[in-house]
Structure formats: C-alpha cells, structure tokens
C-alpha cells in the first residue's frame, strides 16, 4: 500500500517544482506558487503525503538540482546556509498542518481559509526566522491571495470527495 502514497507525494514534489517556477520578484523577496502548492498536495492527500513531497523537494534542493525560485540551484553544503533554506524548511510544518486540518476543515470554505492562511504565516515566519530579516508587503499579499485561491479549490475538491 505504500505504491499510492509515494507516488502522490512524488506528484506533490512535482507541483512544488512547478510553483517553483511560477515566480515573481515584485521586491527582494521572489514570490513563487510554491506555498500553495504545498497546501493543495497536504489538504488534498494529507499530513504525511504533503510531508514526504515536501523532503523530496528539499532533497532535490539540497543535492543542487535546479528547482529553486525561477529555476535556480544552490550546490550543498551552500544552500543550508541560504536564504532558500530557510523558505524550504517552512514548508514541512505548513505541510503537516493543512494535512492535520482536513478533517475540521471538511468541504467549508471558511475554515479552509483559515487554514491556508495559517499555514503561510507558518512557512513565512520559518523563513523569517531562518533568514533573520523583514517580510515585505508584497509576501504578506500573496500568502493571502494563495490562501483564497488554495481555500476555494480544496472546498470544491473536498466537497467532490465526498
């Protein structure tokens, strides 16, 4: 039964790349799709799913393949002692919390919210804390217009799975 869940997480991985890609440098700080998704893969197939896509991602990073903000790569042992590190390392809470909450959050829209939102400031204050700087205006509006983006698509998937 493990063939199912790998292969999700590795299609999670796959989509963190994609976001990776969909980048847009508005200040000094890239905004990408990433965190969001990463809230998709974790509220659509869980905790754990969300998880494992999420390492695989930073094993992808950490072994210096291109799958950075606009296709960038940091050799090892550099990118643990960058700023990309950081952003990295707040994706595996942000991950297991949208997971935990798919329960509560059911098929609503509101909790959804909710819990998208939080899970931004999550991957955004590890990131913070990693990197010891500010967050920008720019970051804070597109944690919340991927939190309303991530909120109505898991509403009408969850409300679909059912």
């Known amino acids: 039964?493990?063939?199912?869940?790998?292969?999700?997480?590795?299609l999670g991985t796959a989509a963190i790349i994609l976001g990776a890609r969909c980048a847009v440098s508005l200040g000094t700080t890239p905004s990408?799709?990433?965190?969001?998704?990463?809230?998709?893969?974790?509220?659509?197939?869980?905790?754990?799913?969300?998880?494992?896509?999420?390492l695989l991602y930073a094993a992808c990073a950490w072994a210096g393949l291109p799958v950075l903000?606009?296709?960038?790569?940091?050799?090892?042992?550099?990118f643990i002692h960058s700023a990309s590190f950081g952003w990295v390392l707040g994706f595996l809470p942000a991950a297991?919390?949208?997971?935990?909450?798919r329960r509560w959050a059911g098929a609503?829209?509101?909790p959804?919210?909710?819990?998208?939102?939080?899970a931004h400031i999550v991957a955004i204050a590890v990131g913070l804390a990693w990197n010891r700087g500010g967050v920008e205006l720019t970051v804070l509006l597109g944690a919340l217009a991927k939190s309303a983006i991530?909120?109505?698509?898991?509403?009408?998937?969850?409300?679909?799975?059912?």
């Not at 965190?35 to 998880?51: E, M, N, Q, R, S």
């Not at 903000?69 to 550099?78: H, L, M, V």
């Not at 297991?96 to 909450?101: D, E, I, K, M, S």
């Not at 991530?150 to 059912?162: D, I, K, P, S």
Request: net charge positive; charged share 5%.
């Open 1 to 10: 039964m493990l063939g199912q869940p790998l292969l999700f997480a590795i």
């Open 32 to 54: 990408t799709l990433q965190t969001l998704a990463v809230v998709l893969v974790a509220g659509i197939w869980g905790p754990w799913v969300g998880a494992v896509a999420v």
């Open 112 to 118: 959804w919210f909710a819990v998208a939102l939080a």
């Open 96 to 101: 297991l919390l949208t997971g935990a909450a």
């Open 69 to 78: 903000s606009f296709g960038s790569a940091i050799p090892f042992p550099r």
């Open 150 to 162: 991530a909120a109505v698509t898991l509403a009408l998937l969850r409300g679909r799975m059912r």
């Open 108 to 110: 609503r829209l509101g």
